[in-house]
Structures are given as structure tokens and as C-alpha cells.
């Protein structure tokens, strides 16, 4: 219902304002194009789909007791994710920058929290429903830590604490170069390669608006978004390869257990 209300809100049918428009009342080096936020869509769906398959993994008569333990371990955290993730877009639109920024903050520890106790990192079996969880909760994450990125540089502009073009660049470079270490070392460390993949394609989006409608014009950032794209693509392609030779193993592992003789 939650992520229903996000596209919703988003298509200005509330506030008269989409997420771009708001963010491009405060433009910075890193302010994203239009599409980018079409994110938002792929993680809506993805979402509901893996909020249905652990509704029913739960339910199931024939139940995978590993998988409804973990479930079961998120539970109200999922939920307040969410008052946290529809709060900062309300609050967002509504330019009440600070705010929305303190609950995009409490918006990923609360993920973060649910990622630990769901141990998404161990799912790497040819499971239809782990498979999804691990899509969708890792876009989520990735998308969230970009979200954060250039949340946090428009509320510098809103504040008025920006004097210049060479301190907005300066803030813009150090907070985005931050969190991308921080996205990137989260997508190594959980083996969830669409963490990378949902950043990179933030990048992306930052790359494009700033070839065809830049923000600033004396200091050129485009260098140092090509570098960290190209980088969020390796970084991704290695951590599909990692959870591909994982999932092999396991299928090896589990074939030599069940033909073994007792």
C-alpha cells in the first residue's frame, strides 16, 4: 500500500509536484534526471511481489521452516520502513528538507536491520521466493543510500549554507564519493549485487542530467561520475559472478547429500 501511495504522490496527484521537480527547486551537481526515479517503480513492484511470496511461504501447508524463521524475525521493522519511507517523501515534497532527510536515515538503518535478521546474504539457493527477496530488498537498499545522496546535498542548497559553486561542488563530490564506498562495500559484503546496480543506475541518471541540463558551469563534474560509474558496473558484474559460483556450489553441495549412501 505504502510503496501504491509513493507512485501516487509522485505522479503529482497530491502535492503538485513530482520527487524531480521537488528536487530540482534545489539543484545540485548530483540532482538526478527525470527517469531516474522510475526506480521507484521497479522496487513498487518488486516489493509486492516479495511481500506476496513471504505471505505465502508463511501460510504454506508444506512450510520451509528456515524461510518462515526469517520472516518471521522482521517483524514490525518492515512496517516501520515504510511510515519512515512515506513520511520523508511527504515531507520531501512538501520541502521541509531536514526532516525528510532524518527519515531517509531512519528509513535505511530500519532496512539495514531487516536485511541483518532476514541474513540476506545466505540466500543464494534456486528459490523462487529468496531469489525475489534478495532483488527486492537489495534494489531497495541501493536505491535508498542514492536517495540519501542527493537528499542530503538539496538540503545543504535549501539551508542556504552553500556560498559558492566550488563549496557546493566540494560538498557534492565528498558526500556522493561517502556513500558510494558505503553502497558498494554493503553490495561485497551481502553478496547483493542490485545494491551496486540500483546506485550505478542513480549515477547514471546524474551523468544524463548534467549533459543535458547541468546545474553549474565552472566546475565540471562528469570526470569524477564516470569514474564511479564504471566502477559501480564492475562492482556489480563481480558480485554476480560471486553469487553465481555461491549458488553452483550449493547445488553441488545439496546434489552429493542427497545421492550419498548412508
Known amino acids: 500500500m505504502n510503496f501504491i501511495w ?3 504522490i509522485d505522479a503529482n496527484s497530491f502535492f503538485g509536484v513530482s520527487l524531480f521537480r521537488a528536487f530540482n527547486l534545489f539543484p545540485t551537481h548530483l540532482t538526478p534526471a527525470d527517469f531516474t526515479f522510475k526506480a521507484w517503480l521497479i522496487i513498487a513492484m ?23 524463521r526469517k520472516v518471521m524475525r522482521i517483524d514490525y521493522m518492515l ?4 511510515v519512515f519511507c512515506g513520511m520523508s517523501m511527504v515531507l520531501k515534497l512538501n520541502q521541509y528538507m531536514i526532516l525528510s532527510v532524518l527519515f531517509t536515515i531512519a528509513c535505511i538503518i530500519s532496512l539495514l536491520i531487516i536485511n541483518n535478521r532476514m541474513e540476506i546474504e545466505k540466500l543464494t539457493a534456486n528459490s523462487f521466493t529468496k531469489y525475489f527477496i534478495r532483488l527486492a ?15 542530503i546535498v538539496s538540503t545543504f542548497v535549501k539551508a542556504g549554507v552553500i556560498q559558492s559553486e566550488t563549496q557546493q561542488y566540494v560538498v557534492d563530490v565528498t558526500i556522493l564519493t561517502i556513500t558510494f564506498g558505503m553502497a558498494m562495500y554493503y553490495s561485497f559484503k ?7 546496480v540500483a546506485f550505478t543506475w542513480g549515477i547514471f541518471g546524474v551523468i544524463y542530467q548534467n549533459l543535458n541540463q547541468p546545474a553549474y558551469d565552472e566546475h565540471n563534474i562528469l570526470i569524477i561520475l ?24 550449493n547445488n553441488l553441495a545439496a546434489q552429493a547429500s542427497s545421492t550419498s549412501i548412508p
Do not use: D
Open 6 to 8: 509513493i507512485l501516487i
Open 46 to 68: 518488486t516489493m509486492i511481489i516479495v511481500t506476496a511470496l513471504m505471505y505465502r511461504e508463511t501460510g504454506n501447508e508444506h512450510l520451509n521452516m528456515r524461510t518462515v
Open 79 to 82: 512496517i516501520l520502513n515504510q
Open 137 to 151: 530488498f537489495g534494489m531497495y537498499t541501493g536505491w535508498l543510500l542514492f536517495v540519501f545522496t542527493f537528499n
Open 190 to 196: 551481502k553478496m547483493l549485487p542490485t545494491v551496486s
Open 226 to 249: 564516470y569514474i564511479l560509474f564504471g566502477l559501480g558496473t564492475l562492482i556489480s558484474m563481480y558480485n554476480f559472478y560471486r553469487c553465481n559460483v555461491k549458488r553452483a556450489s
